[in-house]
């Protein structure tokens, strides 16, 4: 087979020069259509089929198939656990959940488990490197698919540089360093927010992108490695957080006079508010569908893999934060390091904070490796739909990689943590995440309930409009209006809940499935995928401002790249004819077969 292989690459090579590209008159006269390539493009799906066959044979050499279901579950924790819990814990408990904070991360992990099944599903069907990108191609066309993909590609970057340069903070934290003053480099010309530069956190980077591209599965035992130094850490934090903590601090505040007492202090409204800020510390376990295409058995493996690091996390994050709860009442928590500041007034307990800090600088490190990892699968994929310079979607031979989308991002992001200072550590891949997050629940429902050329889109479209509506309503009324809005705020609320689950009993009780899926399948459905759709627009309800602001600019961005460049590539790859007769062949021959196991190839 390897032979037949290197004698169609030839072939593909010769017709790498798009039509569109060809020359500057070619690029003008595409342009002056590229309202009929638009709608032509946008709304094109793929198979199954075409995507394990046809489009993953654009990447030349397969991914290696190594990966069990242990390494799905290291790079799905080590995915998660990264800094944002020992800043986001802070935050939310002081002054949102209060002791409840511990309910806050119960919700939210529940919240992560719901998208955790429908990417499941997906992830099964169709074990390939895409995650949301497929599954979106696959579902709602090429244009959803790339919006949704440049947006989370975008935002794993700009995360992984503001989590790199975090990582110098926490290591000169844990070693007694001034971090400002000895490891970086002060730039008067530049201006502020740019002119200090991170030579440490540009070297993390690199070196992780490095590890990356040499090979997925040391990549992984390098992940366990570090993600098991990491829990042991948090495990030592847990245990002196219950040793030194007091159960009184449950349920009695600091300064009873200034702040309200008992285990809610905000009740109710309190505790989901506190849960919209946690849900950020579970985002990374989206990065392990991104492996689906080097699981040796994706039906076994990624159901255990990605529901089973949700499962542990959330364990882990309420102990922590029930840890955390009982060492320092919640209205004297520090909402910026909570963790390192309650030990560092303790008489002789100040060295915890620094072991606080080196357990940071683990979690920092495998955060960035896993996202590394799975920002560079969603970027091969798009490239393979050739949206994006298809040069990026080459796997290499000796490493089974893809390494030409690695350096690239590597690289990118590496620039940026060298100069830019981004405070965004408790919004990392926050409103693109969860936004991809709600398209992939509503490309499950959409999947099952229906079948291009053969079922009616219409019941099952305007049913995903208005729950989706409903939920905005919620959202809106729950943010907006005051808290002591008394009937009319219930009467909306009960109004738009009401709303969203009868329309979700009527879909399920009118409209049939269109298909059942063959190897694993999301239970209730339609009922687990519709909460994940509430949940995920009520999350996103209460994010701020400036996460709305930079969506919007990555997704003008997104478009104008799209209209300028993507749709005439994919309209000349997928419209003229890319592949040769041979080439065509050798796909057939190497059709994909559902094994006992998953996925295997037949020769």
């Known amino acids: 087979m390897e032979r037949r292989q290197g004698s169609v690459a030839p072939a593909m090579r010769r017709k790498s020069m798009a039509p569109s590209f060809a020359s500057l008159r070619a690029y003008v006269r595409a342009v002056a259509e590229t309202h009929r390539r638009f709608s032509r493009r946008a709304g094109s799906v793929t198979t199954t089929y075409e995507e394990m066959s046809r489009v993953r044979f654009r990447s030349g050499t397969d991914m290696a198939r190594t990966l069990r279901w242990t390494d799905l579950v290291g790079l799905g924790i080590g995915g998660m656990v990264g800094a944002g819990v020992f800043v986001s814990t802070g935050r939310a408990a002081r002054d949102y959940s209060g002791p409840a904070i511990i309910v806050s991360y119960a919700i939210a992990g529940l919240c992560a488990l719901l998208s955790a099944f429908c990417y499941t599903e997906f992830a099964v069907e169709l074990p390939v490197a895409g995650g949301a990108f497929s599954y979106l191609r696959v579902t709602f066309g090429e244009f959803a698919a790339f919006l949704t993909g440049a947006n989370l590609v975008m935002e794993y970057v700009f995360s992984n540089a503001a989590v790199a340069r975090s990582f110098t903070a926490y290591l000169g934290t844990a070693i007694g360093v001034e971090t400002e003053e ?4 002060t730039i008067s010309g530049l201006p502020n927010g740019f002119n200090k530069l991170d030579p440490l956190a540009v070297c993390v980077i690199l070196v992780l992108t490095l590890c990356i591209c040499y090979s997925t599965k040391d990549s992984s035992k390098l992940n366990l490695a570090l993600t098991a130094t990491h829990i042991s850490f948090i495990l030592f934090i847990i245990m002196i957080g219950f040793w030194r903590g007091e159960w009184k601090n449950l349920t009695r505040p600091a300064l009873p006079a200034k702040h309200p ?8 409204g309190g505790i989901f508010n506190g849960a919209a800020v946690v849900y950020m510390s579970y985002i990374g376990y989206d990065a392990v569908s991104t492996m689906a295409e080097e699981v040796k058995s994706p039906v076994r493996d990624i159901p255990i893999g990605v529901s089973g690091s949700v499962a542990i996390v ?4 309420c102990l922590m934060a029930a840890s955390m709860a009982m060492l320092v009442p919640y209205d004297a928590i520090d909402g910026e390091a909570p963790f ?6 303790s008489d002789g307990w ?3 904070s620094n072991v606080i800090g080196v357990g940071a600088s683990f979690g920092i490190l495998t955060s960035i490796l896993v996202s590394m990892l799975g920002q560079a699968r969603y970027l091969c994929v798009i490239a393979r739909a050739h949206v994006v310079p298809a040069r990026l979607a080459k796997v290499h031979p000796a490493t089974s990689t893809p390494v030409n989308a690695s350096l690239f991002l590597g690289g990118l992001t590496a620039a940026i943590a060298l100069f830019t200072d981004l405070n965004v550590l408790l919004n990392l891949v926050t409103i693109g995440t969860l936004f991809v997050f709600y398209m992939v629940a509503n490309a499950v429902i959409y999947r099952r309930y229906v079948s291009v050329g053969s079922t009616n889109p219409w019941p099952t479209a305007i049913f995903l409009l208005f729950f989706s509506l409903s939920a905005v309503a919620f959202t809106l009324c729950w943010r907006f ?10 009467l909306i609320l009960s109004g738009s809940a009401f709303a969203a689950a009868a329309s979700l009993c009527g879909f399920a009780l009118c409209v049939p499935q269109a298909r059942e899926p063959e190897l694993w399948g999301l239970p209730l459905m339609p009922v687990v995928p519709a909460i994940s759709i509430f949940l995920n627009v009520f999350l996103l309800g209460l994010l701020d401002r400036p996460s709305y602001v930079r969506f919007g600019l990555f997704t003008a961005f997104s478009v104008v790249f ?9 309209f000349d790859a997928e419209e003229c004819g890319e592949l040769s007769a041979e080439a065509q062949i050798c ?4 059709r994909p077969v559902v094994a006992g196991d998953g996925w295997t190839n037949k020769v």
């Open 182 to 185: 000895k490891w970086r480099i």
């Open 261 to 268: 007492g008992g285990f809610m202090p905000y009740g109710v």
């Open 314 to 317: 959330t364990v882990l994050y």
């Open 340 to 345: 390192s500041s309650a030990f560092k007034g």
């Open 350 to 352: 100040g060295w915890v």
């Open 481 to 490: 209006l005051p808290t002591g809005g008394g009937a009319f705020k219930t």
């Open 562 to 570: 799209y209209l300028l460049y993507g749709v005439h590539a994919s």
């Open 587 to 590: 796909i057939s021959l190497a």
